[in-house]
């Protein structure tokens, strides 16, 4: 099961879509949750359709994850072959296919032994710790009998695989600068923010998103200057900072004019790719004079990805034969974290 944030697919799809997301207290936590998110939702709904119609009119996450299953289950079969056929789904948070739909797909195919793949390389209780909690509380519903063994590949932000996959596209990047310039290009990592009420609760993604960019960094040799900011804060509240839009205009403001934008926690691409970075930075960005900034292209179905995803299953495979059934991080709640659908899912997982 291959779970991920997901996006609408069509225009028709945004407000649901943007009523989940709001709905989500592991995401955005704000009060009177329930009876406030539709509003939110309904509100911010045009805005956000304009944006998925600058983008081709709706996001295309869920074409590329079926694309990268699909290339996933050959390789699977191709170096694992004691454990094949393998077979992928998919489990969005907040778009189809839902968390509930695949179980219930799943269960109809007769699976009884599954992996639940976060598609975030970087653990968050906002994303794949949301994704686990829904997985938790939809199979207590539709397989209450547990017909179903799970077992969880919870983070994986340094796998050697993922940091070449990064580090080979950082490179095709540069190599589109002038040999004067390419040293002193700046690589500006972004990852999606956290409201700091997450991070300030012991929230390790800011730390593992670090240790992504370290890692790629020191497969670069450290050539270039470098620095991890944060985009798509929504609300007033305080987020992880600085904001990618600010340093962008910040180096801008000091003459630098050659950044390249790095999305560090994505594996494919979406609205905070396509339109975000390419299209309402790249637009500040020449307004303010910077005519050096790229992006690097998403990993998307490179073979490179591919085959660490491959890998990161198989070794997943053997751990669990031994009862490894999730990383060791993975039981430690955050130290102020007091929900308790968060120790609930982890029982639910440790119980198999």
């Known amino acids: 099961m291959l779970m991920n944030l997901g996006g609408p697919s069509t225009l028709d799809g945004v407000e649901d879509f943007l009523t989940r997301l709001f709905s989500d207290p592991d995401l955005i936590p704000i009060p009177f949750q329930k009876y406030v998110a539709p509003i939110i939702a309904k509100r911010r709904t ?29 390789l699977m079969d191709e170096i694992s072959p004691l454990t094949a056929p393998h077979k992928t789904y998919i489990a969005f ?7 509930e739909d695949t179980i219930i797909q799943m269960k109809k195919d007769g699976v009884k032994r599954a992996i639940a793949f976060t598609q975030y390389p970087q653990y968050s209780c906002s994303t794949t710790g949301s994704s686990l909690n829904e997985l938790w509380r939809k199979s207590e519903i539709v397989d209450p009998e547990g017909s179903i063994q799970w077992s969880i590949i919870d983070r994986w932000p340094t796998h050697p695989g993922l940091i070449e996959a990064f580090t080979k596209h950082i490179e095709k990047s540069l190599l589109t600068y002038s040999k004067e310039v390419r040293d002193k290009v700046i690589l500006l ?50 987020w992880q900072g600085p904001q990618t839009r600010d340093a962008i205009l910040g180096f801008g403001e000091k003459g630098e004019k050659n950044i390249l934008l790095i999305p560090i926690a994505f594996t494919s691409d979406h609205i905070e790719t396509l339109f975000e970075l390419d299209l309402e930075y790249a637009h500040e960005a020449e307004k303010a004079g910077i005519t050096g900034l790229k992006r690097v292209e998403s990993l998307n179905d490179d073979p490179i990805f591919i085959n660490s995803m491959a890998n990161i299953v198989k070794d ?3 751990k669990a034969k031994s009862g490894s059934f999730f990383s060791n991080q993975y039981l430690l709640r955050c130290p ?12 639910f997982f440790g119980s198999f």
């Open 316 to 318: 997943h495979l053997e």
């Open 46 to 74: 045009p805005k956000i359709k304009e944006q998925y119609a600058k983008i081709g009119g709706g996001s295309p996450i869920l074409s590329w994850t079926q694309k990268q299953g699909s290339a996933l289950e050959k």
């Open 336 to 347: 102020k974290c007091k929900k308790d659908s968060c120790q609930k899912s982890r029982d």
């Open 93 to 99: 948070r907040y778009a189809p296919p839902l968390t």
């Open 189 to 238: 990592f972004s990852a999606h923010s956290l409201p700091m009420v997450v991070v300030n609760r012991g929230d390790p993604y800011t730390s593992e998103v670090a240790a992504t960019v370290h890692a790629v960094m020191e497969r670069l040799n450290f050539l270039n200057p470098y620095r991890l900011v944060w985009q798509s804060q929504v609300g007033p509240q305080p």
